[in-house]
């Protein structure tokens, strides 16, 4: 994290090629537009009026963190919750690993599970049980005191057959 304040995250992220990007997030504001938002627009603004200012790479999308997410009262958190299971199992079939800081990526789109940044994943050559028992401990402490039990049970479900014994029943 390079900055922020609270209710904003802001990362340093290395785009192909080499450039640099400052991925911004707002986790909570109270109404009318997001600041990130507003920033974006005036940086539009500027751009129009010839002020060299910071390319504008994707705004608008409402992203909220996996964290932030768990926390607002939904009626049903299911599709949310499997989204995110299948996404962590696509991501171990791929050998990549969340961690702690890859734990802060996810985020929730509508209802669609999405990871914010690749920084803080770590990359493996092949499957590795013990990054990936680490991922469905971490994730478990997550969900679980914010979603309950019947919670981590939607999510745990999709993640695969092999859940390691450490974890317990779900």
């Known amino acids: 994290i390079v900055s922020g304040h609270r209710g904003r995250c802001v990362r340093r992220v290395t785009l192909p090629g080499g450039g640099v990007a400052y991925l911004k997030v707002d986790r909570r504001f ?30 608008g999308a409402s992203f909220l963190l996996l964290a932030a997410w768990l926390r607002i009262p ?6 949310v919750l499997r989204a995110v299971g299948e996404m962590v199992r696509r991501m171990h079939e791929g050998c990549c690993y969340l961690g702690e800081q890859g734990l802060l990526a996810l985020g929730v789109n509508g209802s669609r599970a999405v990871l ?12 590795d049980e013990a990054r ?21 049970r939607m999510m745990s479900n999709v993640l695969g057959p092999a859940r390691p014994m450490a974890l317990g029943p779900s």
């Open 116 to 127: 914010l940044t690749a920084e803080g994943l770590t990359p493996a050559r092949e499957p």
């Open 132 to 152: 990936q028992a680490r991922d469905w401990v971490l994730l478990r402490g997550l969900v679980e005191p914010l979603a309950g039990s019947e919670g981590w």
């Open 30 to 59: 109270r109404w009318g537009e997001a600041p990130c938002a507003r920033e974006a627009r005036m940086l539009g603004e500027l751009a129009r009026a010839g002020a060299p200012v910071p390319r504008v790479l994707e705004s």
């Open 74 to 79: 939904v009626s049903d958190r299911g599709p």
